[in-house]
């Protein structure tokens, strides 16, 4: 009849409004966490810290002085800006990079008397695989946001003062290579000669396990004397190609 026609028209009419309505709205929900991706994302893609930069030029760090490779920690070495503490002759005060000699890295822009407060990363080089992270450290502990880089995925961490309160994926991992130095993970666009993160020894250790460029053995010293920039595939290719750029990033390979 024409009435049946007439509702079945009308259902139908209704059916389609509510499923375009729901579709506006789902194409209106917007990540929360669209900001925090693309700071973290930029993150990702500099050097974390600029040695000369501004934040370093107020009166309490008018005290300090760079220093390499002093012990901080077991097993651990500070490179950067120190100073004399109670804590220690040589307390991590403002940019520098922690290292511990199985291969962890902790590199932040600002440390206070001995503690990560600030923007950094950490990176870890083992033989079961690497893995990142960048975010911001308050006090010492990790807060707010994180992203962490694991087996060619990216996930978002959220911190609340050291305690992680969830994880959730992001994304494919495109940013990252393998440095064939080192074995760390590494962004070429923030591997600059401005700050040279890439730890090796000048020579192979000999048969008494010591290394012959700087005299450590290999149980105490493992990762390196040396820093320059990372190696990465782009190198070697250019390197294997002839190219003299790359023959000379690789020529301590």
């Known amino acids: 009849s024409t009435l049946s026609i007439l ?5 139908a009419s209704t059916l389609h409004a509510a499923m375009a309505a729901e579709g506006a709205g789902e194409a209106k929900k917007e990540d929360p966490l669209v900001p925090v991706k ?10 974390p810290y600029m040695r000369f930069g501004r ?15 002093v012990p901080w920690g077991k097993d651990q070495t ?33 440390w206070c008397d001995g503690v990560p407060d600030g923007p950094g990363m950490w990176s870890l080089a083992a ?8 975010g911001t450290w308050v006090q010492g502990k990790r807060d707010g946001y994180f992203a962490f880089v694991k087996e060619g995925g990216v996930y978002i961490e959220d911190y609340q003062f050291g305690e992680l309160k969830r994880r959730i994926k992001w ?5 990252h290579v393998i440095c064939k130095r080192c074995n760390m993970l590494f962004v070429p666009t923030a591997n600059t000669a401005d700050e040279k993160f890439c730890r090796f020894h000048l020579s192979k250790a000999d048969y008494d396990g010591r290394f012959p460029c ?8 493992p990762r390196g004397c040396s820093t320059s920039m990372h190696v990465g595939p782009d190198e070697v290719a250019a390197a294997e190609s002839g190219d003299m750029a790359g023959v000379e990033s690789l020529a301590d390979a």
């Open 171 to 175: 994304r494919k991992d495109k940013l």
């Open 127 to 134: 033989e079961s695989g690497q893995q990142c992270g960048y």
């Open 38 to 47: 693309a700071a973290l994302d930029a993150q990702m893609r500099r050097q």
């Open 214 to 221: 700087c005299g450590a053995l290999q149980s105490v010293n």
């Open 55 to 69: 934040e370093y030029e107020g009166s309490e760090f008018s005290d300090c002085r760079f220093n390499a490779l």
């Open 7 to 11: 509702s079945f028209e009308h259902l």
């Open 78 to 110: 500070f490179s950067g800006l120190t100073r004399g503490t109670p804590k220690g002759a040589h307390t991590p005060h403002g940019w520098g990079v922690l290292e511990h000699h199985e291969g962890f890295t902790q590199t932040c822009a600002m």
